[in-house]
């Protein structure tokens, strides 16, 4: 069941997606070469505690930590860890952010100092894919339609779109109804109306789309070697089109 947000219910998850978009702006200043993701993680949790926050998916069926931290070739929900970023690494900070019961989701992945032709043009065409998507966030279109716009940009750059993580509503849940899928044809998939909120989230990948998880049951990577990118916002679906929630 999709459940339709209020203006209440979206104007507090504003509130919370800001804090969590004033954290990523911190992170910003803060990932460089030397730079442990346990660091970041410590540094999360403490700043949303400092802000009336907590970390929503700590302890969400069993995961330890404030964030996911996912460097080169893993895709998603890597484990902060005590080993220093380096040079040329490219790391995705994900994280939901719950501020008095309203929630906010967004990831964002990171150059850690000077990195190759190759992850600086897979960052790029990832963050291009997330607005395009977001442009085709609007009352009346489909989600088959956010997922062509993200699919055909990421595939005419030469890069492939991770299947087995999507997208996903978003409210008193950490996840809810509907599956935002970053693939598909135009014109299918449940149709988007006003009051709904969800992420769009895209996973590119340098090569194949394929994953391999971890023996830790949660670090999700590419099943090549690749190197994958993220980013994403949590979204608003308006009569005004769609509005982003997890930003300054």
């Given amino acids: 069941m999709i459940i339709l947000k209020s203006q209440q219910e979206i104007d507090a998850m504003r509130e919370s997606g800001r804090l969590l978009a ?25 700043y949303l505690h400092k802000h009336g926050a907590t ?37 995705t900070i994900d994280m939901v952010v719950n501020l008095n019961g309203a929630l906010s989701d967004s990831a964002w992945s990171y150059r850690v100092g000077e990195v ?8 790029t065409v990832t963050e291009k894919c997330l607005y395009l998507g977001i442009e085709q966030a609007v009352p009346g279109n489909r989600l088959g339609d956010v997922g062509h716009a993200i699919q055909s940009y990421a595939e005419a750059n030469g890069f492939s779109v991770v299947r087995d993580f999507i997208g996903h509503g978003i409210g008193k849940d950490m996840h809810e109804e509907p599956q935002v899928p970053h693939y598909g044809s135009p014109n299918r998939g449940i149709r988007l109306k006003e009051g709904m909120v969800i992420t769009i ?3 590119l990948n340098t090569d194949r789309y394929h994953v391999k998880l971890d023996s830790d049951g949660w670090t999700a990577r590419t099943a090549d070697g690749g190197l994958s990118a993220q980013y994403e916002h949590t979204i608003a679906i308006t009569k005004d089109g769609p509005v982003i929630l997890t930003t300054l």
């Fill in 22 to 46: 004033q954290v990523h702006q911190e992170l910003a200043g803060m990932i460089k070469p030397g730079v442990t993701t346990h660091e970041i993680d410590q540094f999360v949790e403490r």
């Fill in 55 to 91: 970390p929503e998916q700590k302890g969400y069926h069993g995961f330890p930590f404030a964030t996911c931290a996912s460097v080169n070739d893993v895709i998603c929900h890597g484990f902060p860890n005590k080993e220093p970023l380096k040079d040329g690494d490219i790391v």
């Fill in 116 to 123: 190759s032709e190759q992850a600086d043009k897979l960052l």
């Fill in 201 to 203: 989230e895209p996973m």
